[in-house]
């Protein structure tokens, strides 16, 4: 199986602050990857596919890079309703498999 | 606008069969995308259970395969999931989702609000 690892798990930032995220696949996913906010009570809603392609309706603050092992969600400018964990999902194999997740706290 | 909706008993006792449906409007399930299960233990991350395609193609997490069953009704706009032997790990929220197809397997564009299902005696 291929394993995502989040890093940092927690995340301390203020409102307006440019936040990164970073996701590492144990082997070269090429660019299948998706990202996922999810929020207390609620289920994920997806930010961004194919590792940089941003979905409908999602702000554009958010952005997402990479490719192979190391890829990147940015959000440029923190916004009150950002704090949230947010996931990563890798998509290259019949065994799709998710990232331990990102919280993003107030600091 | 897709909608899912999972449905399905909220307690099952330890070595029995946990049984839900997911049930999709404003959408054909027959259209071409992937139909998936995903879960979530209490205070940890997204596990990944288990996708079906339309046409009745399945793929499973191998840790669970043994255990695990995931059929698709089209003509109730359902697609279902059965896990059997369960213990209290699999204690968890249980999400439905819709993927999206790509050159390689799917990414989840649509989630059910899910449901918790507990495993006790």
């Known amino acids: 199986d291929i394993q995502m690892t989040q890093s940092p798990s927690t995340l301390s930032a203020s409102v307006g602050d440019r936040v990164t995220i970073t996701c590492r696949a144990s082997?070269?996913?090429?660019?299948?990857l998706a990202w996922y906010q999810q929020k207390p009570g609620k289920a994920p809603k997806l930010l961004i596919y194919k590792a940089s392609s941003l979905e409908s309706g999602v702000p554009s603050r958010f952005s997402g890079s990479g490719s192979g092992t190391e890829f990147t969600l940015t959000i440029s400018s923190l916004q009150p309703d950002d704090f949230a964990t947010y996931y990563c999902q890798q998509y290259n194999s019949f065994s799709e498999t998710f990232g331990q997740g990102t919280k993003v706290e107030i600091k | 606008q897709v909608q899912l909706q999972e449905s399905g008993p909220g307690l099952v006792k330890p070595s029995e069969t946990l049984s839900l449906t997911c049930t999709v409007s404003d959408y054909s399930i027959n259209s071409d995308y992937y139909w998936g299960w995903i879960r979530q233990p209490p205070g940890k991350g997204l596990d990944w259970i288990g996708t079906?395609?339309?046409?009745?193609?399945?793929y499973y997490n191998p840790s669970l395969k043994s255990r695990l069953t995931i059929s698709i009704d089209k003509s109730k706009s359902q697609f279902s999931l059965k896990l059997s032997s369960v213990t209290a790990a699999d204690t968890a929220v249980y999400y439905c989702?819709?993927?999206?197809?790509?050159?390689?397997?799917?990414?989840?564009?649509?989630w059910g609000q899910g449901t918790l299902v507990t495993v006790s005696s």
């Open positions: 989702a819709r993927g999206r197809p790509t050159p390689m397997v799917s990414y989840f564009d649509s």
């Open positions: 082997q070269s996913i090429s660019s299948w």
């Open positions: 079906i395609y339309h046409g009745g193609s399945t």
